[in-house]
């Protein structure tokens, strides 16, 4: 440990120069400021990560199965896709497109009739709906369940009542005057997002009669084992089965979240090297400095009988340290920043006066974070890795310094 010693000496040392006390200070910052600022956007990237997993996919289904027609014999097919490997639960659903109005007001929806006892315990959809509403809507009450954004464009509020317009075709496929229902607003759903502006509930029984089709459904919805698996189970279990199915899972429409948010991670850890590769080699600087500042104490020591082995570690302990300090000052900025994420943010809107993230846009309205203790080891070790590599090339400079010349100051 004598080279970790000596290390510290030197860098505690009082003749060291003025410009080497600023560079060694620049880089130790630099180094800081972007190991902080890569641990704050990682854990932005798992915050969205969380985010979506709890806003989004908790309250859609994982997979779904549809034919070109109605399913007569879903009963069958939802106990034979229980029986598939990765397939948690099943629920029939009835799924059309149909215009809400309120005045002169019109907005297209995606109309779900669901059976609500087996939602409540596929999604966490229910909790999302204001003031407990879910529990008192009941078949053939003529009721409704709409996003608080859906509302909002279309000017009602809890207990209104509105028209469901549903298109209707006679044999031969053409177009006729569209069914029109008359409904009550009964509950409203607040979740941020395009999901919340789109879609409206309505029991699963309403929706056969609405549009006439006896006891079948449009489609049969699955939540399986392994969420990121999701299409790769979904489509195994349709192989499976005899009857010919459609399949679509949450990947193909809402799959552009999650893969937009690995994407970035990504480019962050290719800039977490490229960015902390530039601060750990502002570290050589510091170090050709001190390699100059200190000459005569490496000629003392190796006319002492120090070896080139023993200076080079000297300064390569110089380096470690440096980037050691930096790399620690980054990692605690970073996680007490990471915390307050979201209240820094809340503050800068209160500033500026506008909303970063717009909730009718993403599905979330703030911005959320989540510290991953592996982030900050790989941001650390990374980090060390550079420092020592950046390290080399001064202490094998220091190795050459001539005790005769440096003492007889030639």
Not at 135 to 146: D, G, H, P, R, Y
Not at 209 to 216: F, M, R, T, V
Not at 329 to 358: D, K, M, T, W
Request: glycine fraction near 8%; aromatic fraction near 8%.
């Amino acid at each position: 440990m004598l080279a970790l010693f000596l290390a510290r000496k030197f860098r505690k040392g009082r003749k060291q120069s003025g410009m080497l006390s600023l560079i060694s200070i620049i880089s130790t910052l630099s180094i800081a400021i972007g190991i902080a600022a890569l641990i704050i956007g990682l854990s932005a990237m798992n915050g969205f990560e969380r985010e979506l997993k709890n806003r989004v996919l908790s309250v859609i289904s994982h997979g779904e199965f549809y034919s070109q027609n109605n399913l007569t014999n879903w009963r069958e097919l939802q106990k034979e896709l229980d029986s598939k490997p990765g397939i948690q639960a099943s629920a029939p659903l009835v799924s059309f497109t149909g215009l809400l109005e309120n005045g002169t007001k019109l907005k297209a929806i995606q109309v779900q009739g669901v059976d609500l006892e087996k939602e409540t315990k596929m999604t966490s959809l229910p909790q999302y709906v204001l003031n407990d509403k879910w529990s008192t809507v009941q078949a053939n009450n003529k009721q409704m369940i709409i996003g608080v954004g859906l509302a909002k464009s279309l000017g009602v509020k809890e207990g209104d009542w509105i028209t469901l317009l549903i298109p209707t075709t006679d044999e031969s496929g053409q177009i006729k005057q569209p069914k029109r229902v008359r409904l009550n607003v009964a509950g409203l759903m607040d979740f941020s997002g395009t999901l919340g502006n789109n879609i409206a509930l309505i029991p699963l029984s309403d929706a056969q009669q609405y549009l006439n089709i006896g006891d079948s459904v449009t489609g049969i919805k699955v939540n399986v084992t392994d969420l990121y698996r999701a299409n790769y189970i979904t489509h195994n279990a349709a192989m499976d089965i005899s009857t010919p199915l459609y399949v679509s899972s949450w990947e193909q429409t809402y799959g552009y979240m999650y893969h937009d948010i690995q994407m970035i991670r990504q480019i962050m850890y290719l800039a977490m090297v490229v960015v902390i590769g530039v601060a750990c080699f502002s570290i050589v600087s510091t170090l050709v400095i001190a390699v100059k500042d200190k000459q005569r104490d490496i000629a003392i020591l190796k006319t002492l009988g120090a070896s080139n082995q023993l200076i080079s570690k000297v300064f390569i302990w110089y380096g470690i340290i440096s980037g050691f300090v930096g790399s620690m000052i980054g990692v605690v900025l970073g996680v007490v920043i990471s915390l307050q994420l979201s209240n820094i943010i809340r503050f800068i809107e209160s500033i500026i006066g506008r909303q970063l993230l717009n909730s009718h846009i993403y599905f979330i309205d703030f911005l959320p974070s989540e510290i991953h203790f592996l982030d900050i080891i790989i941001v650390f070790c990374t980090a060390m890795v550079l420092t020592l590599i950046a390290s080399y090339y001064p202490a094998r400079r220091a190795c050459k310094v001539d005790p005769v010349k440096i003492l007889n100051g030639y």
